[in-house]
C-alpha cells in the first residue's frame, strides 16, 4: 500500500494567543477525567497508567479496570461531546461547549454516578498556580469547538511522527501519550540505567510524582501547546549529561532553551517547513543522539530498525 507524501497542508494552524482562553479551560477538564483514571488504574512505572492516547476523534482514556468489567471515557474533538462508555453497554455524554469547570465537573461525575462508576478523584489540579478546586473553578468557561478541533489536528501529526520515532527504538520506550498534568504529548525513551532522586518542585505537585516519573535515565521529547506562536515541541534528558546542551541538533531553527532546560522547536517551523514529517524527525533524532552520546548510552543494543521485516509482510 502506497503512503500519500505529507504536506503543510496536513499541519493545522493554531496560534496560542488564538485559543489561550480554551485551551486553559480544557486542561481543568483533562485534569478531572485523567484523575477518575488515575483513581481505578494500577500504577505503571513514571505514571503511564494516567495517560491518555490520540485517537480517531480526539483523546481517549482507553480502557479502565472497574470492579470485573471496564470503562473508557473519551474527548470527542469532531463531535465535541465527552464519552463515557462501559462494558456492560452503559453510556453517557457530556456535551463539550462554553461552560465553567465547576459544571463540566458536577456533569461528568453525575454521568459515572448514573453509570454506577464511583470516582474519587482529588478536588484540586496539578502543576498549575493557582489550583483553584474544580468545584469552585468559575474563572475557566471558555470552549472554542474550532480551536479545539485544530489541537486534535495538531495531536494527531505530532503523534504520528512520534510513533515512527518511538518504533526505531528497541529498548524500553514510554507509548506516545498525553500527559494531563503539563498538557503535552510525550515519548521518553529508557537507557536502563537508574537515575538520581529527582528534586521535584512542580507546582501544586507532590515530590515524590517526580521521583517516580524520574527514576531511569532518559531522553524525552514531545509536543506542547505553549513555547511558541503555534506552541513548540521539546526534548530534554534527565539527567542533563555534559555536552547536551551544546550538541549539534537540527533542524536549523531547534535551540536550547536555558530557562527550560531544554531544546524547543517552534510548532511554525515545522509547519512551514517544505517537509515537516522530516523536519520534526530530524528535531526528534538529534536531541535524542544529544543524550545518548554524552550519556553513554549503549546505542547499538537499544536502537533497532522498524522496516526490519517488510519485505516478509
Not at 239 to 259: C, I, K, L, M, T
Not at 289 to 301: K, L, M, S, V
Request: proline letters at 8%; hydrophobic letters at 35%; charged letters at 25%.
Amino acid at each position: 500500500m502506497t503512503q500519500t507524501p505529507r504536506t503543510r497542508q496536513d499541519w493545522p494552524r493554531l496560534r496560542v494567543a488564538d485559543w489561550s482562553e480554551t485551551r486553559d479551560t480544557l486542561h481543568m477538564w483533562t485534569q478531572i477525567v485523567g484523575k477518575v483514571r488515575l483513581a481505578h488504574a494500577p500504577l505503571v512505572n513514571h505514571w503511564w497508567q494516567v495517560t491518555f492516547y490520540v485517537s480517531a476523534r480526539g483523546l481517549t482514556t482507553s480502557s479502565i479496570p472497574y470492579g470485573t468489567g471496564a470503562f473508557e471515557i473519551e474527548f470527542d474533538f469532531v463531535d465535541h461531546r465527552l464519552h463515557i462508555r462501559t462494558s456492560d453497554g452503559g453510556t453517557r455524554d457530556v456535551a463539550l461547549a462554553p461552560k465553567p469547570v465547576a459544571r463540566f465537573h458536577h456533569e461528568t461525575m453525575r454521568a459515572l454516578d448514573e453509570l454506577g462508576i464511583e470516582a474519587p478523584i482529588q478536588d484540586h489540579p496539578n502543576e498549575v498556580e493557582p489550583a483553584i478546586p474544580f468545584t469552585e473553578d468559575l474563572r475557566h468557561a471558555s470552549y472554542d469547538a474550532e480551536a479545539a478541533h485544530l489541537f486534535w489536528r495538531q495531536l494527531l501529526q505530532a503523534d504520528r511522527v512520534m510513533g515512527a520515532f518511538r518504533a526505531r527504538f528497541a529498548g524500553k520506550v514510554s507509548p506516545v501519550h498525553f500527559f494531563w498534568g503539563a498538557m503535552d504529548l510525550a515519548c521518553t525513551r529508557f537507557s536502563g540505567r537508574s537515575a538520581p532522586t529527582h528534586p521535584g518542585g512542580a507546582p501544586n505537585c507532590g515530590d515524590w510524582v517526580m521521583v517516580e516519573g524520574y527514576s531511569r535515565e532518559l531522553s524525552s521529547c514531545g509536543f506542547w501547546p505553549g513555547g511558541g506562536e503555534e506552541g513548540a515541541f521539546y526534548a530534554y534528558a534527565y539527567p542533563e549529561p555534559d555536552g547536551f546542551r551544546s550538541h549539534p541538533v537540527a533542524p536549523a531553527d531547534a535551540h536550547y532553551s536555558p530557562q527550560n532546560g531544554q531544546y524547543l522547536l517552534p510548532y511554525e517551523a515545522v509547519r512551514t517547513a517544505d517537509d515537516p514529517d522530516a523536519a520534526l524527525m530530524s528535531f526528534l533524532q538529534t536531541t535524542y543522539e544529544a543524550a545518548a552520546d554524552n550519556g553513554g548510552w549503549d546505542r547499538p543494543a537499544l536502537e533497532t530498525d522498524p522496516d526490519r521485516w517488510n519485505e516478509r509482510r
